[in-house]
């Protein structure tokens, strides 16, 4: 009797092809991510993954657009300041699990299908408030510039072993070398930030952007609520 056939894998197709990169991009980050080593992921050659995706540039769009589609945008019910803080936390959560992502955003901008719901969302959610369109996507650009660029921050900390320095050492040794008496800005502030946590240091800069929304809201609505009715017609 022959023996048992072996498994054969699953016929290669582009979603299978996506799938395989954006577990790449969780272990090895978005930079890594190249053609070849995804074709030795999937036990195929470079040529098999250049009939699904036309190029590794092709492909990092395709894997940028399913890991922002696993972001789930919070309740409608949620009034924006709160709306932002969830939402901060779960693209956060996604940035540091795929490394190079915020890299992407910041360089790309929000190219992708998956971002710009993301952006369309969060537009109408300031602008349901009271912020008038242009205003509302300014804030949109300012907060998520301030995200991207906070979680590519902890990054470092994230991948960062025991044999390594503390990212932002050579940045302490040079402000602690300089003389307090001439820097004491310098010397009153450094070594709080060498102690603070880097999720506490998140969230109290969260905190930052988030009152200066609310503070706009609030003077956007205070000023409606300021403004003289219109004289009713005769």
């Known amino acids: 009797m022959p023996s048992a056939a072996r498994k054969r894998p699953p016929r290669l197709s582009r979603d299978l092809v996506v799938e395989a990169a954006v577990v790449l991009v969780r272990e090895q980050g978005l930079r890594q991510l190249s053609m070849r080593t995804l074709a030795e992921r999937l036990g195929v050659t470079p040529m098999a993954v250049y009939k699904h995706v036309e190029h590794r540039d092709a492909l990092v769009l395709l894997s940028v657009e399913a890991i922002l589609g696993t972001v789930a945008l919070p309740e409608e019910r949620l009034e924006p ?12 959560a996604v940035g540091l699990a795929h490394r190079g992502l915020m890299d ?20 109408r959610k300031l602008h349901g408030a009271g912020i008038p369109w242009k205003e509302a996507g300014a804030l949109h650009n300012t907060f998520f510039s301030w ?9 470092p900390w994230d991948v960062s072993t025991r044999d390594t320095p503390p990212p932002f050492e050579k940045f302490f040794a040079a402000a602690e070398a300089l003389p307090a008496k001439d820097y004491p800005g310098l010397a009153h ?5 060498r102690a603070t946590d880097v999720g506490r240091e998140f969230e109290a800069s969260l905190d930052f952007m988030l009152e200066g929304i609310q503070r706009r809201i609030d003077a956007r ?3 409606v609520r300021k403004k003289p009715p219109r004289p009713r017609p005769g």
Request: charged share 20%; hydrophobic share 50%.
């Open 189 to 193: 502030s450094v070594p709080h930030m």
């Open 147 to 155: 995200l991207a660029g906070a979680v590519r921050r902890q990054e």
């Open 221 to 223: 609505q205070e000023a």
């Open 81 to 92: 300041v709160p709306w932002l803080r969830v939402l901060a936390g779960r693209v956060r």
């Open 104 to 123: 992407f955003l910041l360089d790309e901008g929000p190219t992708v299908h998956t971002a710009l719901v993301i952006l369309d969302r969060t537009v």
